[in-house]
């Protein structure tokens, strides 16, 4: 009867000991601090917490937003009266200031009077991650037209934010030299806090083609690496170290006018930049003059970047993984979007997964194919004019949407015609 009677408690003691066994097999191992498996421990507590690397933030991101004045617009009126002031000498004091207060660089000196026709823009973009250099492809000017000017706009992640010289000119040839000057500065989009992101921007009409389409040279881009390689870890190879300068890309905005394009089409052009990692909304004031009505056509460009959209291993059943140099864009993992917004909040979604004119994301690194490589330049054809002309057309809004990414929108160009 003793026995029956501690057999209960002998059932106990045996749980308590299992128990036991399975707290101690599972509890971390007290170990000295700067130990290797405590500093393995320190690492992986930190992975758990919020961090901005390789491009990324995990931050819970918040909704932002911005206005900007209009930093050139041009219609035929407007290049034919610069061109003739220039060409007189006799600018007024006013006009010289609104020159000399201008972020786009541009001269209207050598142009032929009068247009033959209107304005319009084209634009074409490069990536120079861990180059300094590349070739920017200019397609799309139509034949016929006639080059009104041209500037270079290019973007880093350095600590020594100055203007500098850079080359540029079509391809095979000698190029030119010309000094970039610094238009504007922003955090830097999650790649190294020693930094911020640098915007530059030069004039270099004077090596464009008759033709204006063609390939194009820039070279002597800060970058503190220039093997061309992949930003990223790659399999079991590290990434590069993200040492500043961290050169990021270059576009070249061309204007031009053709006898087919009306003359009173519009070009208004903004300037950034702007970094940001959520939603991110930016009002573009357009009162110099306003959006006309009963135009055809409306065409919006956008430089940036360093958009990044897919993962090395993220699937759509596992959509985790590192960032990696792919271009397909991956809406489980990143579901960037971009709308164009009239002044009365109407909407039209012009990149993105869902309704977008192109399911594709306007920060896919597309400048950088085969590889990603944190440049974009994106142009989108869509509606008509009546779209923004509402309510006066004294503004527009470009409205972003990221998940993480850490973006740095550079210029938006608006064409109306």
């Given amino acids: 009867m003793r026995i029956h009677r501690l057999i209960p408690l002998l059932m106990l003691l045996i749980v308590l000991a299992i128990a036991t066994m399975t707290t101690i097999k599972h509890s971390p191992i007290a170990v000295d601090s700067g130990t290797t498996i405590a500093q393995e421990a320190d690492e992986g507590d930190v992975q758990d917490e919020p961090r901005e ?43 010289r200031e609104i020159a000399s207060a201008s972020r786009v660089p ?7 009077l009068p247009l033959a026709g209107g304005i319009d823009h084209a634009v074409a973009g490069v990536a120079t991650r861990n180059s300094g250099s590349g070739v920017i492809r200019l397609r799309g000017v139509p034949t016929g037209s006639t080059l009104l000017g041209a500037v270079l706009i290019w973007g880093e992640i350095t600590n020594q934010p100055f203007g500098y010289p850079i080359g540029f000119g079509p391809t095979f040839t ?15 989009p999650c790649w190294n806090p020693a930094g911020i992101y640098a915007g530059y921007i030069t004039n270099v009409t004077s090596q464009i083609n008759l033709g204006i389409n063609g390939d194009y040279q820039v070279k002597g881009l800060r970058s503190a690496i220039a093997n061309n390689r992949c930003p990223w870890t790659d399999a079991a190879c590290g990434g590069p170290a993200n040492s500043l300068v961290l050169s990021e890309g270059a576009t070249l905005v061309v204007f031009y006018t053709h006898p087919c394009i009306p003359i009173n089409a519009q070009v208004y052009m903004h300037l950034g930049p702007q970094m940001f990692f959520g939603g991110h909304s930016v009002l573009h004031w357009t009162v110099a003059p306003p959006i006309l009505p009963n135009m055809q056509t409306v065409k919006h460009s956008r430089i940036g ?10 699937t759509v059943l596992n959509p985790i993984g590192n960032p990696s140099c792919g271009l397909r864009s991956s809406p489980l993992i990143s579901d960037e979007r971009t709308w164009i917004v009239n002044s009365l909040g109407g909407s039209i979604q012009i990149k993105g997964d869902g309704v977008g004119l192109n399911r594709d994301s306007d920060w896919n690194g597309d400048d950088g ?14 509606s008509n004019s009546n779209f923004l002309a509402v309510n006066g057309g004294l503004n527009y809004t470009v409205r972003y ?17």
């Fill in 305 to 314: 970047g360093d958009g990044q959209v897919t993962q090395s291993f993220g």
């Fill in 53 to 95: 690397a390789d491009g990324v933030s995990t931050f819970t991101p918040t909704e932002t937003k911005e206005e900007r004045d209009c930093d050139l617009y041009l219609d035929a009126a407007e290049v034919e009266r610069r061109a003739k002031e220039e060409q007189a000498g006799d600018q007024s004091d006013e006009s």
């Fill in 369 to 382: 194919e085969p590889l990603n490589k944190l440049w974009d330049t994106h142009s989108d054809v869509f």
């Fill in 174 to 188: 000698p190029g030119a030299t010309f000094a970039g000057n610094v238009y504007g500065l922003t955090q830097q």
């Fill in 106 to 112: 541009l001269s209207f000196k050598h142009v032929a």
């Fill in 401 to 417: 949407q990221s998940q993480g990414d850490c973006v740095v929108w550079a210029a938006h160009i608006l064409g109306i015609r």
